[in-house]
């Protein structure tokens, strides 16, 4: 049974910073593709940041680029992302997901596995 098990989330001021993380087990971590996205209230889940199996490729939506960094551990089967200058904007709840194909990376269906989700409020 495939779980992803999110933690990290809390509420901090506009400019500050959190890290996230995404503890995986039953599946072969290092042969997914993983995956941040974030849903705000009445909104649709949207694209955060992906990276590749071996760490090669990382992928970042524009809203995030510069400010958000993905990582993983394939040693310890956990996935992490690390939000800096965090703005209101980027309240949401935020999940972890992961997949085998490297196609379509940005778009959420695409995924086979996703966590509960943690809640990320960044107040102004």
């Known amino acids: 049974q495939v779980q992803l098990v999110e933690s990290g989330g809390g509420l901090v001021q506009a400019g500050g910073s959190l890290r996230l993380s995404c503890a995986a087990s039953g599946l072969t971590f290092s042969s997914n593709v993983m995956a941040w996205f974030r849903q705000a209230p009445g909104t649709e889940r949207e694209f955060v940041a992906a990276?590749?199996?071996?760490?090669?490729?990382?992928w970042y939506a524009d809203s995030v680029k510069g400010r958000f960094t993905i990582s993983r551990d394939n040693t310890k089967n956990t996935l992490y992302l690390q939000m800096g200058s965090l703005k209101p904007e980027d309240t949401a709840v935020y999940y972890c997901?992961?997949?085998?194909?490297?196609?379509?990376?940005?778009?959420?269906?695409?995924?086979?596995?996703w966590g509960q989700g943690t809640q990320v409020d960044v107040s102004s």
């Open positions: 997901a992961a997949k085998r194909s490297g196609a379509y990376v940005m778009k959420p269906a695409t995924y086979d596995y």
């Open positions: 990276i590749s199996w071996l760490v090669t490729v990382r």
